[in-house]
C-alpha cells in the first residue's frame, strides 16, 4: 500500500474495497453487541411533601424476552416506604443495511419503585445502577427535597395497655383525624408484614366509619382502625408505624395546560387536582411478659378470661344407647388456643371424636371465642354415672395465676337394653364399626338369576368407549389446576387476568350512581373504571398521575396517539363531573358512559 505524506493511500481499489467490508463487519458486530441491552432511569418529581408519591423508573431495552430480568439496585430508599412494581412491553426496530431490511423485536421491562417520604430534608436517590450479563451501567444520582406540609390526615396509634403477658389480648386503635379535602380513606395493607410477626392479629372491622367527635370542643371527623392484638414473643415489642393511603383535593395546585377547563380549578369554583398521599402512624411499643413457672402439664397457652359449660341431651338411656355431650368454652384468648378440655372419667362409655364448631364476635371492644364441642358416646351397661366435672385450663392475667374453667358434674341414669341381662353387653368401638361396615357385601334375594361370565359388561366394547373422555378430562383439570397455581404466584398475571372482572364491577357502580341520578359518584366510578382498567392491564398505577404523564405512558407502550388523546378527554370529563359540576341530564350522563365504553374497548385490543 503507498504511503503519501503522513498518510495511507487507499487509491488502490482491491485494497480499499477489502478494507471497507472489514470496517463494515466490524461495525455491524459492534452495533449488534451495544443494542443487545440498555438501561434508563428518570425520576418523577424532585420536590415533594411528606407523605406525598413519586416514582423512581428504570428502563431496561433486550433483544431477548428476559423474563427474569434482575431488579436494578438503587441506594438512600431507607428514607422512604418503597413499592415495586414491574411491566414488559414489545416493539420491532426496523434497519436498512446496504439495501438490506432486517427487523428484530426489542423488549421493554420497566422497573418502578413508588417512593413515599417519610420526613422532611433532603435526601440522596442512588446510585443507580443496573447489572445484568456482561451488562453493567451506572445511571448516576438524584437529588430529593422533601418538605413538611399541613397534614391533611392525623392518625393516633394508642394501645389498650403498655404491658401485657404472652398471648393476653390487647387493643390497638389507630384513630384518623381527617382533614379538609380528604375524599378517601384505605384501609391499611400489609398489616401482616409490619406486625403479623410479633403478634396474632385479627381487625375487628371490615370497613372504616366515619364518625363525629368532639376534639379541643369542636366536631370533628374521625376514623377509628381497631386491631385486636395478642403478643408471640416476649420483650419489648415495636409495632412499625401502620401507613394510611387517602385521597385528598389539592386547590390550584397543577393546571392542565391548554385545557377548556382550566378556568374550573379556581377555588371559585371548587376545583382542584385529586392526588393520592400517604400518611405513616408514628410507631408505638409494650412490652411483653413471659409466663410463670407451674404450668398444667394439658395447658394449651390460653390467656385471659374463660367460661365452660357440659350439658347432655339426655340423663336416663338404655345400655347401647347414644347420648350428645355438648361442651362450650368461651373466653377472650386467642382463638387457636381453645383446644379440647379435659374430660371426666368415661371408662365405661365409648366415646367417638367430638364435631367441633368456633366463631368469634365483637363485645365493645373486645374479641370473644367460643368454641363447641360435641362427643357422642355410649354406655357399656346400666347403672348411674356421676360425670365429674369437664376442665379446661387456662392463665388468668389479672390475678397473674393458672386456673381452670370448670363445668357441673352431671348425673346419667342407664337402664337395661333390649339385650339380655345374662349376655354380656359389648359395645363395638369405632374402629369395629368401621372395619365391620368394610366387610359387609349385601346379598340381593327375590326373583334375581344367575348369569354367565361372558354376558359381563367389561366384555363389551362400549364399556371401554366410556373410559375414552377420563384422560381429557384429567388433562383439563391439569391445565386449569396449573393455571391456577401461575395466577397465586404471579401478582402481575393475576392483576391482568382479573382486569375486565374489576372493570365490570366499577361499571356496574357507575350504572347505579346513573340509575340514582348521583352526578358526582357517576363520573367518580366512571374515572375509577378507566384508570383501574389500564393500571390492572399494564401492571403500572396510573392513580395520581397528571393527565400528560398518563398519555405519555401510553404512548410508550405502543398505544397509539389518537387513543392516548381520547383518553385525556375522558379523564378531563371525569374530573370536570367530580369537581367543576356538570349538566344533570340523562343524555350527558349516558354519552359519557358510552364514550368510556367505547374507549374502553379500543384499550383493550391495544393492551
Request: hydrophobic share 40%; glycine share 8%.
Amino acid at each position: 500500500m503507498p504511503f503519501v505524506g503522513n498518510k495511507f493511500d487507499f487509491s488502490h481499489r482491491p485494497f480499499g474495497a477489502f478494507f471497507a467490508l472489514i470496517c463494515t463487519i466490524v461495525c455491524l458486530f459492534a452495533t449488534s453487541a451495544r443494542a443487545e441491552i440498555s438501561a434508563e432511569a428518570s425520576i418523577s418529581a424532585k420536590d415533594v411533601g411528606v407523605g406525598e408519591p413519586f416514582q423512581l423508573s428504570v428502563q431496561v431495552t433486550a433483544d431477548d424476552n428476559a423474563a427474569n430480568l434482575p431488579w436494578p439496585t438503587v441506594e438512600g430508599l431507607d428514607k422512604f416506604t418503597v413499592a415495586k412494581s414491574t411491566g414488559t412491553s414489545r416493539s420491532m426496530q426496523t434497519s436498512i443495511i446496504n439495501g438490506r431490511i432486517s427487523q428484530r423485536n426489542l423488549y421493554i421491562t420497566t422497573f418502578v419503585f413508588k417512593l413515599t417520604a417519610q420526613k422532611p430534608g433532603t435526601f440522596p436517590v442512588g446510585p443507580i445502577r443496573y447489572t445484568y450479563k456482561d451488562y453493567d451501567r451506572q445511571m448516576g444520582s438524584a437529588s430529593v427535597t422533601v418538605t413538611k406540609q399541613e397534614a391533611a390526615l392525623n392518625t393516633v396509634p394508642t394501645l389498650s395497655k403498655k404491658s401485657a403477658f404472652v398471648g393476653e389480648q390487647v387493643l390497638y386503635t389507630l384513630r384518623i383525624i381527617a382533614g379538609q379535602g380528604v375524599q378517601q380513606i384505605n384501609y391499611p395493607n400489609e398489616l401482616q408484614k409490619l406486625i403479623g410477626e410479633k403478634f396474632f392479629f385479627q381487625r375487628l372491622d371490615k370497613n372504616i366509619e366515619p364518625k363525629v367527635v368532639k376534639i379541643n370542643g369542636q366536631d370533628t371527623r374521625v376514623y377509628d382502625v381497631r386491631i385486636v392484638l395478642f403478643p408471640l414473643l416476649v420483650g419489648k415489642a415495636e409495632l412499625s408505624g401502620i401507613p394510611v393511603e387517602y385521597q385528598q383535593v389539592t386547590r390550584g395546585r397543577q393546571r392542565r395546560q391548554g385545557s377548556v377547563f382550566d378556568m374550573f380549578d379556581d377555588d371559585f369554583f371548587g376545583g382542584g387536582q385529586v392526588v393520592t398521599l400517604t400518611s405513616v402512624a408514628n410507631p408505638i411499643s409494650m412490652e411483653i411478659a413471659s409466663l410463670p413457672e407451674g404450668a398444667p402439664a394439658d395447658f394449651t397457652g390460653a390467656v385471659g378470661q374463660f367460661s365452660l359449660t357440659a350439658t347432655a341431651d339426655k340423663t336416663t338411656l338404655a345400655s347401647g344407647e347414644a347420648l350428645t355431650l355438648t361442651i362450650t368454652i368461651r373466653g377472650d384468648g386467642q382463638p387457636k388456643t381453645l383446644t379440647k378440655p379435659r374430660l371426666p372419667d368415661l371408662s365405661q362409655f365409648e366415646v367417638f371424636d367430638p364435631e367441633i364448631t368456633s366463631t368469634s364476635t365483637i363485645q365493645g371492644t373486645t374479641l370473644v371465642s367460643t368454641k363447641t364441642f360435641k362427643y357422642v358416646i355410649v354406655p357399656h351397661r346400666k347403672g348411674e354415672y356421676n360425670l365429674g366435672p369437664v376442665a379446661f385450663p387456662y392463665f388468668d392475667p389479672n390475678r397473674k395465676i393458672f386456673t381452670e374453667a370448670k363445668s357441673q358434674p352431671i348425673t346419667l341414669t342407664v337402664t337395661q337394653g333390649k339385650e339380655s341381662e345374662a349376655a354380656p353387653t359389648h359395645v363395638m368401638s369405632q374402629r369395629e364399626i368401621t372395619d365391620i361396615g368394610s366387610d359387609i357385601r349385601h346379598i340381593k334375594i327375590g326373583n334375581g338369576a344367575l348369569h354367565s361370565e361372558d354376558d359381563f359388561l367389561y366384555r363389551e366394547l362400549w364399556y371401554w368407549l366410556l373410559f375414552l373422555p377420563s384422560p381429557i378430562v384429567f388433562g383439563l383439570l391439569l391445565v386449569i389446576r396449573r393455571r391456577s397455581h401461575r395466577l397465586q404466584s404471579d401478582a402481575t398475571l393475576k392483576r391482568k387476568t382479573q382486569a375486565s372482572a374489576q372493570l365490570r364491577l366499577r361499571l356496574k357502580e357507575a350504572n347505579e350512581a346513573l340509575k340514582q341520578k348521583n352526578s358526582r359518584d357517576f363520573y367518580k366510578a366512571l374515572s375509577q373504571a378507566v384508570v383501574g382498567f389500564v393500571s390492572d392491564k399494564l401492571n403500572i398505577e396510573f392513580r395520581g398521575l397528571t393527565e400528560e404523564e398518563a398519555k405519555a405512558k401510553l404512548v410508550v407502550h405502543g398505544l397509539p396517539e389518537a387513543i392516548s388523546v381520547e383518553y385525556g378527554k375522558l379523564l378531563q370529563l371525569c374530573d370536570f363531573g367530580q369537581f367543576g359540576g356538570s349538566q344533570r341530564d340523562d343524555k350527558t350522563w349516558k354519552e359519557a358512559l358510552d364514550t368510556a365504553e367505547t374507549l374502553l374497548r379500543k384499550l383493550d385490543r391495544e393492551l
